[in-house]
């Protein structure tokens, strides 16, 4: 296997393009990554999108994206792995240049949320339940996290409820500075007490905002990507693994089994630890997410993940800061194209070029996404690379 590196990103803002198509919003991203990337042309393109085909009514996303951005007659297909579908396309196309099929590949993950009207803007995102016995009795994602953090209060009664407010708080704080986040406000603890409540007891701010978004990202070799400017980032770290999908299916359902299985699979292959990492893009979608995540990955206790988000260690200036350019709830949560949006900030940090929220020194990144609650986990561990004269 060959050592594959990013050349290239691009990014629009999440948010309501309501006057932007799938084309626009797709075309605008891979413009920038090539740009990015020196004018690298890809070989092959691999497409992260959960809701298209229900919200836009339009599938073989392949021929769409690269006939309306100059790449026609490239290998492009789409991939689906729930909300981590972008992530999955960012494997696919790091194994077809690993394994020499390739030299330069495009991972794109795009969602257009605002496609949607009315009641019916809930609906697609249902579809990463299991349709047999959660859909058809009316769970939602939004409802099913508001059980799992019923469950968790209910089963570690020492957890103050007030304590995931850190989460969001963190988020939003981080958002203030980047220019692609839809929410670019910091909030309070006393905002988030506040809060009303949408899926008992999750409250308002404990649940990311759904929104439209467009990232690519373009890998190539070391070799042919030598003379770019900007620092290579490289992936030293992949790793996909699934659970049960239905929730009521697994053992513990607070165990996010498959988060922890695909984080300590992708740092064997890096050869570090969790801990070694500077910062971590974890896959924020509820406030109850983050906390199950950081415990499967075992910077916490069972039971004690929420212990987490009191005082700074999540912060900027943490020992382990995470959403770092405000995660799902304050960047916003564009669905299947979330994970593509989380490894463009994670190379911007490696870069040393993530502005006001840059984390000093940063080496590692630790980025990872979900398909409802950790059903797919989808884990990369990220390495800058030393720049030569």
């Known amino acids: 296997m060959r050592d594959v590196v990013i050349a290239g990103v691009g990014q629009i803002p999440v948010g309501e393009h309501w006057e932007l198509s799938l084309r626009n919003i797709s075309a605008r991203a891979i413009v920038a990554a090539m740009k990015d990337a020196g004018g690298l042309r890809p070989e ?45 396309a960012f494997r696919m196309a790091y194994i077809a240049v690993a394994s020499g099929w390739v030299d330069v590949s495009m991972a794109l993950g795009i969602e257009k949320y605002t496609d949607l009207s009315g009641d019916s803007m809930d609906e697609p995102a249902n579809q990463v339940l299991d349709y047999d016995y959660e859909t058809t009795e009316g769970l939602t994602p939004l409802a099913q996290a508001g059980l799992l953090m019923r469950r968790y209060l209910h089963e570690n009664p020492a957890a103050e409820r007030a304590a995931f407010g850190g989460f969001p708080v963190i988020a939003h704080a981080n958002g203030v500075n980047n220019p692609n ?12 007490a506040k809060a009303s409540i949408v899926a008992a007891p999750l409250n308002m701010f404990d649940a990311a905002p759904y929104g439209d978004g467009a990232a690519a990202l373009i890998l190539t070799t070391p070799e042919i990507a030598k003379d770019l400017a900007h620092p290579l980032v490289r992936i030293i770290g992949s790793d996909v693994a699934i659970d049960t999908l239905a929730l009521h299916d697994r053992p513990d359902p607070l165990a996010f089994r498959a988060a922890g299985v695909s984080l300590e699979q992708a740092c064997h292959q890096a050869g570090i630890l969790p801990r070694d990492v500077d910062l971590f893009e974890l896959h924020d979608a509820y406030s109850i997410y983050a906390v199950l995540t950081l415990e499967a990955a075992g910077f916490a206790p069972r039971g004690e993940g929420w212990k987490l988000a009191q005082g700074d260690r999540l912060s900027l200036t943490g020992d382990l800061p995470i959403s770092t350019m405000g995660g799902l709830k304050a960047r916003g949560y564009p669905l299947g194209a979330t994970g ?18 840059q984390i000093p020194n940063a080496r590692l990144a630790l980025v990872q996404s979900l398909g409802g609650p950790a059903t797919t986990a989808v884990t990369h561990i990220l390495k800058k690379m030393p720049q030569t004269a």
Do not use: W
């Open 340 to 357: 593509a949006y989380q490894l463009v900030e994670a190379v911007l940090q490696l870069r040393g070029q993530a502005g006001v929220n």
């Open 44 to 88: 092959s393109m691999y497409i992260g999108n959960l809701i298209s085909p229900v919200a836009s009514h339009q599938s073989n996303l392949g021929a769409l994206v690269t006939d309306n951005s100059g790449l026609e007659g490239i290998e492009a297909c789409t991939v689906e792995a729930g909300e981590a579908s972008a992530a999955a």
């Open 181 to 192: 986040a839809m929410f670019r406000k910091a909030i309070r603890a006393e905002a988030y």
